[in-house]
């Protein structure tokens, strides 16, 4: 009992965080200075000088952005108490949305972070989505208030209109740009400002500035006016003097409401200036939950197929979900994973629900970026990575074999583009496939395979920068040397009517020949529906009925290869209507090669198009260019949604064909003399204009026109 006792103590002293945000927001520079001021580390890491610790790899450090996302744990004392904090510092490149996809979902809270001139970013409404989806209670931190530009209560407007959330002001700053020098805490009524000389660690109190105090009055008033509404006995003391309520009750006030989701906590600073990231690392004690705040973890028993739960406890089977897997050149392959109850010990062997073997974990760790520390054993709630496993992937439970459980995994996004390789020299070849498969272990949204008509190696991934960073990783990690073709764009296939077909496979060789005879009806899927939508109406056993799953198998491995340029189709509707069998000559294999050939067939009939990807674009540009950008813009086959005008320029929304914005940074760069900036991110695929779509399939087809 003391052992739990001890536990809870400990749990309800540990923080799993996220820090998120759109790419150049300050991620990484916000948790270098957290590293700095937890004694982590001892010298501030720069992001622009390439020596931030988190950004460890060489091309995040060349590039200045955060490539993947990098695990560590700080302590930090609150109130007399020793405070435990796993960070995740994610990427902000929407390339690499699949890293804070996974960790999100392992997360029990986030900092999200925003730059105090550029506001609500186009990434900052992804991670937010993603956020929501895995209901991640969030603490909103405006970073960069002393840029030119900055503009706190804009940002404010913009979380409230943007992401249709409810951003509560803990602060209000004193000053803006070179300025700003200090806060106003709305709780304590007080105002600080900080000496410079001692790094942001020290803080004095000042009277409230007389140009805030109106400002400071609103904020103050709607902030308790807030608190008090969600329980009764504030809204009475509110009522009779809203100065009775103390410091205490609105904190806890507040933790209920963010926990819940109800309102996001605003508070602002600039970490690289060391201004405000003590007081955010309060307010990640304070506001966000400890893993027992969050709901109890649910899964299915695979001997059952039974939900159960599995409590925050080390008194319940172990279970655990691995969100990431990575190699590294000393240790080999390393599973990170979080543990939602339950104690995992070093040496001792797993169960892998999600592949029905056991693992053994000869070794557990805790991660400082691309350092380990060794541990013996970890308990619930923590977040950790192992080592000596033989078959962990991405979104594997690992549990205990007498009491299993399968956790929800993980979906990520189909990749949209693809390239070409070929190793260099006949060295290289052995290599570059080891190199491959490591790295499409690692990422689920790097793909490889095998072109069957042409032998060539083709990578996919989610943008140009993406497969490009891979490329250099297998260069620099694996030593391979890679010739690549040009980018190509992911084209999917779709069936637009319904058609019905009769399918007769036949063959005599002298021997037992082969039979099988279908009738069948293919359409477009149902609405919602992903892949083959199968319905067997077959009466009268005119099929055996061990002959309809390989008619099944048959129509879902054609989909893989469409019948205009052999682009895979995602999803379509067969209903089995009727067919024959001969009693000798019929088999599986017999009925699988008609639904194959009936398939090629029907799709035909079913007037088959070509869809390409949409991507949702953003340009921010100076109001000048805002003509040429938008012409551009048209001449790219843009549909244009939205024009804003901003303090910085003007935002253009639009969706434009990805097969267009090859280079399109370029390009943008010299017609607006480098002043404006792009954003991308895959939106929806939409069929292809009849132009489009005959190049795209002579092109594949081979055919010169």
């Known amino acids: 009992m003391a052992t739990e006792v001890k536990t809870i103590h400990n749990l309800l002293r540990t923080r799993n965080i996220g820090i998120m945000a759109h790419i150049d927001a300050g991620k990484t520079t916000t948790t270098e200075r957290i590293l700095y001021y937890t004694g982590r580390s001892h010298k501030l890491g720069e992001v622009h000088e390439g020596s931030a610790t988190m950004d460890w790899m060489v091309q995040e450090q060349e590039r200045g952005i955060t490539i993947t996302s990098a695990a560590t744990t700080v302590f930090w004392d609150f109130r007399d108490e020793k405070y435990k904090i796993n960070i995740i510092d994610t990427p902000g490149h929407v390339d690499f949305t699949v890293e804070v996809e996974r960790s999100l979902r392992v997360l029990d809270g986030a900092v999200a972070l925003f730059c105090a001139v550029g506001g609500v970013e186009p990434q900052s409404e992804t991670v937010w989505r993603q956020a929501d989806k895995y209901k991640v209670p969030r603490l909103c931190f405006v970073n960069k208030m002393d840029r030119a530009g900055a503009d706190f209560f804009g940002v404010l407007t913009q979380i409230k209109e943007r992401l249709g959330a409810n951003p509560i002001p803990l602060q209000i700053p004193i000053g803006e740009e070179d300025n700003f020098i200090g806060i106003v805490d709305l709780i304590r009524n007080k105002a600080f400002v900080w000496d410079d000389s001692s790094k942001g660690v020290v803080m004095t109190e000042v009277p409230i500035p007389d140009d805030l105090a109106d400002v400071v009055d609103e904020y103050r008033q709607k902030l308790i006016e807030g608190v008090a509404e969600d329980n009764d006995e504030l809204l009475e003391k509110f009522m009779d003097d809203p100065e009775s309520i103390t410091e205490e009750e609105i904190i806890a006030q507040i933790r209920k409401a963010t926990i819940d989701l109800r309102i996001s906590p605003v508070m602002c600073g600039s970490a690289f200036k060391n201004k405000g990231v003590q007081t955010l690392l309060n307010g990640v004690i304070q506001y966000l939950p400890s893993p027992l705040d969050v709901d109890a973890v649910k899964g299915i028993n695979p001997k059952t197929d039974k939900e159960e739960i599995r409590r925050v406890s080390v008194d319940e089977p172990f279970s655990a979900l691995a969100f990431k897997i990575a190699t590294d050149p000393f240790v080999g392959r390393i599973a990170f994973f979080r543990v939602y109850s339950g104690v995992l010990e070093a040496g001792s062997y797993v169960y892998n629900a999600s592949t029905g073997k056991k693992e053994r974990i000869s070794r557990i760790m805790q991660m400082h970026a691309n350092k380990q520390n060794p541990l013996d054993r970890i308990e619930a709630g923590d977040i950790g990575a192992a080592v000596g496993f033989k078959l962990i992937r991405t979104g594997d439970t690992l549990t205990n074999e007498g009491r299993p459980i399968l956790l929800e995994s993980m979906s990520f996004p189909e990749p949209v583009i693809h390239v070409s390789i070929e190793p260099k020299t006949q060295a290289d070849m052995d290599k570059m496939g080891v190199a491959l498969a490591k790295l499409a272990e690692e990422d689920p949204t790097f793909r490889v395979r095998t072109d069957e008509a042409s032998g060539q190696t083709i990578i996919s991934g989610m943008g140009e920068l993406h497969l490009e960073i891979l490329i250099d990783r297998m260069k620099r990690e694996f030593k391979v040397e890679a010739n690549q073709g040009r980018p190509q764009v992911a084209y999917k296939e779709a069936i637009t009517a319904t058609a019905q077909h009769r399918e007769v496979y036949k063959k005599q060789t002298g021997g037992k020949g082969k039979f099988a005879d279908i009738v069948f009806e293919i359409s477009p899927a149902d609405e919602n529906v992903v892949g083959l939508q199968f319905v067997d109406q077959v009466k009268g056993g005119n099929i ?68 390409e990807p949409i991507m949702k674009v953003e340009v921010l540009t100076p109001d000048d260019y805002l003509g040429d950008v938008t012409g551009d813009l048209n001449k790219r086959r843009a549909i244009l949604r939205d024009v804003t005008a901003k303090a910085t320029g003007q935002i253009i929304k639009a969706d434009v064909p990805l097969s267009e914005m090859f280079g399109y940074v370029t390009s943008l760069r010299s017609l607006t003399s480098g002043r404006a900036t792009s954003s991308m991110e895959f939106s929806h695929y939409a069929p292809a204009p009849e132009n489009v779509a005959e190049a795209v399939v002579n092109k594949a087809k081979g055919i010169i026109k």
């Open 544 to 611: 055996p009925r061990e002959y309809i799953p390989a008619i099944q198998k048959g129509f879902k491995e054609s989909m893989s290869n469409g019948v205009l340029a052999g682009f895979p189709i995602d999803s379509m509707k067969v209903r089995l209507l009727d067919g024959s069998f001969h009693a000798v000559d019929s088999d599986a294999l017999s009925f699988e090669m008609a639904a194959r050939l009936g398939y090629k067939e029907s799709c035909r009939k079913a007037k088959a198009i070509l869809l």
